[in-house]
């Protein structure tokens, strides 16, 4: 981890640079998966599973045997814990949900909005590494609250061909419809296109690696929502002398285990405490299976000295992080400054993973700078907002003339006949 | 107006294909034009104004003198009318403002959301046979009312080098910060990029063309958040014989007028109806201005005769209007089971024109199908949601365990550790 001192605006990007995404060379390969699978289906995907998760899959689906006998493989107290993160997840998704709105905007004119769920939504789960049922939970949790009708789960198959039972378990729990055993960019062609074991969705969520993310990309040209772009995840810490140094570094390190790409960034007051954090950083690191992970993560990483809370606060939400975590003195200042973050944990006792697993805000969040214009996944992501409007015949013989003079003035005259059609028929009939 | 009786379910598809897209080919076009931009920022917007607008441009930005013109030329009975449908518009944007969120959702663990307005926003207008102020309305209104701290406007100037007066004055009454003198692609490159007068934003909104359309989808590649995928527009009228078809023709009239493109259809009840209307639609089609528009547009559509409600809903859902009239005997059991549709106006004094100007939705919505994915534009569209948490020492002690199984069964150590190491801190700290 680089420190940086005290760098002028001019340099912040150079410095806070993130890994670069090459999207061009990765779309070449993943375009002829995508023509694939539309051409060929459940053959296709067979073919691929074989080719890149190395495993023979005779059924695509996940059979009830197979939910059963993870339901006897998960350990009760993961069971517990699983249920504890639902609850609060549920909990915090649910009061985020929009209500009717109706309003008479002006005598006879009443417009209303109402939250349609969204009719089947494919989750990708990616596998690798780490079984990550927790995203599971992200995004079947308010998938189900929000009503949508299908709920389509894609996680790549082990050596195998089975799911982790963990992921098996959680998405049985919410009520998932349908698990299939597909990853990569075919899973996501086919949850594009259709095939004969997955059902085409309206819409793909999930995070994934650069072949998923670009074949979510590719999916939008064909008329399927994505939740966001994506990139590497990342984490910046603010953090003065009122925090722990300790805890900093383990925030720091448990975001550097996620992948080589991912990137960590400690904001500090004073170069004497970030060398407090950088010590504890190395020693902890020691102590980790995902040592090698991390440590090559931290080789993108920087810690940047900044003089004044004002000023790091600018630098801040100018990289615009997908997980801030908030520990200084003036906490309540800097959290109300913060206009571009995914997330944000406040405090010496609110580390990321508590956001990550279980504290009740969602996990899929906006990396990569795409906190800027970007929300995380939430209640409203599973939902389309309908409008709707209702005009009585005194309402159009109030605002009729309004819209008869716009219309003309934009030249559309079939826009105002609309309307002239209406009040001339109500003129005749009185 | 082709007449299609009673398709079958196989059938629906072809019988409501919409024009067909081509986004290849306009991507090529597209993509050089964006690079220029990007490369040569002010002279390249003047070159291309000169190459497509056929204007020298010496100023891209209008002057506050130009805004004091435009002032004085809006005829002040249209500048009434755009009070009116502003305030409508404002009323019920502003009613759909989520109010922060807070919850303890467990003992010491409190989660909050917060909407905070994207930075610096662009809106294009088209220019073109019509000067869409209303467009201006339904975009800069709500983006105001977010408040986005930077909100910049792109339209293309006349082969005088001017802007139509109507959209300036709408842009000042907003109080629009930068009005810029571009059009098409390269307007949307300017707001991806930055130029020396235009300033690069954080998410681009507004119709147009398929090149604006294709340089939008290009610039998301660029980290640039867009509003919504566009097609051309469309409105889907369902009616019974309670309906009035000359009320009915004007409706389908006023959507043919917009282009060629449009698409235009009608589902109704019986055979004698649809006559009736079609009728009724080439009487009126003889008056129109844009008449060769509408003939054109009208070739591409259909009138389609479904027996039963329960069938014409579902081919409605199946066809996801941008627009959709209904006008039906059983008007409340067929709006509550509309699950796709941008917009809906109800009964026989709600023309989709009053939704265009003035009735306070927004007419900024989903095309080509998208509606059954995407939500029209809305306030949320100028806001991100963030989220954040704060843990007590209590909170962390209880949840702590939580997170700390299901971080070691997903293999991230690390993630654990973060937990760990603070519950142990609290330990020795007693």
Redesign the interface.
């Known amino acids: 981890m680089k420190t940086i001192l005290n760098p002028g605006k001019s340099e912040w990007t150079k410095a806070l640079k993130r890994p670069v995404q090459k999207?061009k060379e990765i779309e070449k390969i993943v375009k002829p998966i995508m023509r694939k699978v539309k051409r060929s289906g459940d053959k296709a995907l067979k073919k691929f599973a074989l080719e890149y998760d190395h495993v023979q899959i005779k059924n695509l689906l996940v059979s009830l045997e197979e939910i059963k006998k993870a339901r006897e493989l998960v350990?009760p107290?993961?069971k517990?814990?699983?249920q504890?993160?639902k609850d609060?997840i549920e909990?915090?998704h649910a009061?985020?949900a929009?209500p009717e709105?109706k309003?008479e905007?002006?005598e006879g004119?009443t417009?209303m909005?109402r939250s349609?769920?969204?009719?089947r939504v494919g989750l990708y789960i990616p596998g690798g590494?780490?079984?990550?049922?927790?995203t599971v939970l992200m995004l079947g949790v308010p998938a189900n609250y929000a009503g949508c009708e299908e709920i389509i789960l894609c996680t790549p198959p082990d050596k195998d061909g089975n799911i982790h039972p963990?992921i098996l378990y959680t998405a049985d729990l919410i009520g998932i419809d349908k698990i299939v055993k597909a990853g990569g960019a075919q899973a996501v062609a086919a949850m594009t296109f259709g095939t004969e074991s997955v059902p085409k969705v309206?819409?793909i969520f999930g995070p994934g690696n650069q072949y998923v993310t670009a074949a979510k990309?590719l999916a939008?040209?064909k008329?399927?929502?994505i939740d966001m772009?994506a990139g590497p995840s990342e984490v910046l810490v603010y953090a003065d002398e009122t925090a722990?140094p300790?805890?900093v570094a383990?925030?720091l390190?448990?975001q550097?285990?996620?992948g080589v790409d991912s990137q960590v960034v400690l904001v500090t007051t004073t170069e004497k405490f970030a060398k407090k954090v950088l010590k504890e950083v190395e020693e902890?690191l020691e102590?980790?299976?995902?040592k090698d992970i991390?440590k090559r993560a931290l080789d993108n990483s920087v810690a940047v000295i900044m003089g004044n809370q004002a000023k790091a606060l600018e630098l801040i939400n100018d990289y615009a992080p997908e997980h801030l975590i908030i520990c200084v003195e003036n906490e309540e200042e800097a959290?109300n400054s913060?206009?571009?973050?995914?997330?944000?944990?406040?405090?010496?006792?609110?580390?990321?993973?508590?956001?990550?697993?279980?504290?009740?805000?969602?996990h899929t969040l906006?990396t990569?700078?795409?906190?800027?214009?970007?929300?995380?996944v939430?209640l409203?992501s599973f939902?389309?907002?309908?409008?709707?409007?209702?005009?009585?015949?005194k309402?159009?013989q109030k605002?009729g003339?309004?819209?008869e003079?716009?219309?003309a003035?934009?030249?559309?005259?079939?826009?105002?006949?609309?309307?002239s059609?209406?009040l001339q028929?109500l003129k005749e009939k009185k």
Chains 1, 2 share one sequence.
């Open positions: 999207t350990d107290q993961l517990e814990a699983i504890v993160a609060n909990k915090f009061a985020q929009s709105l309003m905007v002006m004119v417009c909005r349609v769920p969204i009719q590494t780490a079984p990550l049922f927790s963990a309206d819409k990309q939008v040209k008329g399927v929502a772009p722990i300790a805890f383990a925030d390190l448990s550097a285990e996620h902890q102590t980790l299976p995902r991390a959290v913060i206009i571009n973050a995914g997330s944000v944990f406040i405090g010496n006792y609110t580390p990321e993973s508590a956001g990550d697993y279980a504290s009740g805000t969602n906006p990569y700078g795409y906190a800027r214009n970007y929300s995380g939430s409203d939902f389309k907002k309908i409008t709707y409007q209702k005009i009585t015949e309402g159009i605002l003339p309004t819209i003079i716009m219309a003035n934009e030249l559309l005259d079939a826009h105002k006949n609309a309307v059609i209406r028929y």
